[in-house]
Structures are given as structure tokens and as C-alpha cells.
């Protein structure tokens, strides 16, 4: 089992940028893929980035692609997604997830607000 916690969401203006952190703790951090998702009112959740296990492979949704950049600090068991060139599209709760198996996400963090300003 993993316990994961965000931080760093916020308000900012359109333009600006945010940088998340998601800090793990429990199983050993590098066995697991970790993605960002998010979920923006009265819409379902939706995925934002995710980073492969060890040598940080990323992927990327095409509606952040080239703002955002998603990496991985195995020593420090944490997890970033830095966010630039931000719209107010992006506003939307932001999630860490981890998946022991690829694409099976079943490990959550409780979610960190961003809220971007027009």
C-alpha cells in the first residue's frame, strides 16, 4: 500500500504557473508508475501525465502537452507536475495516482485545487 498527499495547488492568473508536489510513503515509491489526473466541475476525471517507473518516461495529454512537465524524485519518494503557460480551463482538482501495474491507477491522493483566473 502507498499514501500519497498533494500539494502546491492554488490561485493564479492565465499565464501564470503552479508547481504540484505529491509525497508518497509506504511501499517502495519506485515500483510505481505515477500520473496526475484531474477533475474540473461537472466534468469526470481526466488524465493529465503520467512518468514510467525508473528511467522517467513521460506521456502527456494532448490539452497540456508542451505546458506541463511531469518528473519524479525516487529518493525523495515524490512526485512533481509543473504547470505553465496556465488557462482557465486547467482549473480542476489534480490528482496523484500510483499504479503498481500500468494503467491500473488504485492508489489516490485526497486532491489539490487549482484555480486559474481570467
Known amino acids: 500500500q502507498v499514501q500519497l498527499v498533494e500539494s502546491g495547488g492554488g490561485l493564479v492568473q492565465a499565464g501564470g504557473s503552479l508547481r504540484l508536489s505529491c509525497a508518497a510513503s509506504?511501499?517502495?515509491?519506485?515500483?510505481?508508475?505515477m500520473a496526475w489526473f484531474r477533475q474540473a466541475p461537472g466534468k469526470g476525471r481526466e488524465f493529465v501525465a503520467r512518468?514510467?517507473?525508473?528511467?522517467?518516461?513521460?506521456y502527456y495529454a494532448d490539452s497540456v502537452k508542451g505546458r506541463f512537465t511531469i518528473s519524479r524524485n525516487n529518493a525523495n519518494n515524490t512526485v512533481y507536475l509543473q504547470m505553465n503557460s496556465l488557462k482557465p480551463e486547467d482549473t480542476a482538482v489534480y490528482y496523484c495516482?500510483?499504479?503498481?501495474?500500468?494503467?491500473?491507477?488504485?492508489?489516490w491522493g485526497q486532491g489539490t485545487q487549482v484555480t486559474v483566473s481570467s
Open positions: 512518468i514510467s517507473r525508473n528511467i522517467g518516461i513521460t
Open positions: 495516482a500510483a499504479a503498481e501495474v500500468p494503467g491500473l491507477y488504485n492508489h
Open positions: 509506504g511501499r517502495t515509491f519506485s515500483n510505481y508508475v
